[in-house]
């Protein structure tokens, strides 16, 4: 989450100071790139990541499954970013990751369909408590042969759940991409154009081609 609205953030420069804007957005792009972005190993490479502690120590890390497709949309990385207490970072703090995900999905919804930031006064959720349980599924989006603008093999497109508002996201390098959704009816748009109507059943797979 953090990496992905990194895109999205500015830079108080009153506050820090120690690294330029463009050694920080390096950064941001590296780890996007580096841990996030699929497309190395769909090209047959096998991913080995390390990160430092703050002990100057290189540890192995290793993503699951949601943590690798969970995609956040540009509208919900624009609101929190831009308004304070729009998300409680809180919340998701020491979870599971089907619990991180059944809260973010419920925060995603919230912050788009709302825009309402939480109270100053609110306590954020504890560890032990549970989201409502959210079905979701597992879409696969090939783009490649899709007509329109690329950025470095970054394809846009925006889905639409079904009487939900608009999300814009952004393919792997490669204009493929993995993601968890919740289950439902969908619309799916690429350059502004409605490419597909399909339907993700929970618990399964959904494999897409636009061209």
């Known amino acids: 989450l953090l990496v992905r609205a990194g895109n999205f953030a500015e830079l108080d420069t009153e506050r820090y100071d120690y690294l330029s804007i463009l050694e920080i957005r390096n950064i941001f792009d590296n780890l996007r790139i580096d841990v996030f972005d699929q497309s190395f190993e769909r090209r047959g490479n096998k991913q080995q990541i390390k990160l430092t502690n703050c002990e100057g120590k290189s540890e192995p890390v290793s993503l699951g499954e949601i943590s690798r497709n969970l995609r956040y949309p540009d509208e919900f990385l624009t609101k929190i970013t831009s ?15 089907v619990e ?24 954020a959720m504890a560890t032990q408590e549970r989201a409502e349980e959210i079905p979701t599924g597992m879409l696969k989006i090939n783009l490649e042969k899709a007509q329109t603008w690329k950025n470095e093999g970054m394809t846009a497109f925006r889905l639409r759940k079904e009487s939900s508002q608009w999300k814009t996201y952004h393919s792997d390098q490669d204009n ?4 968890h959704l919740p289950a439902g009816a969908y619309y799916l748009k690429v350059g502004g154009i409605l490419r597909k109507t399909f339907f993700l059943i929970a618990g399964t797979q959904l494999d897409l081609a636009v061209e």
């Open 176 to 179: 493929r991409i993995v993601m």
């Open 83 to 97: 308004t304070a207490r729009m998300l409680d970072l809180r919340d998701f703090i020491g979870l599971g990751e």
């Open 100 to 123: 991180f995900q059944n809260r973010m999905f419920a925060e995603i919804k919230r912050v788009i369909d709302s825009g309402t930031p939480h109270a100053s006064s609110r306590m």
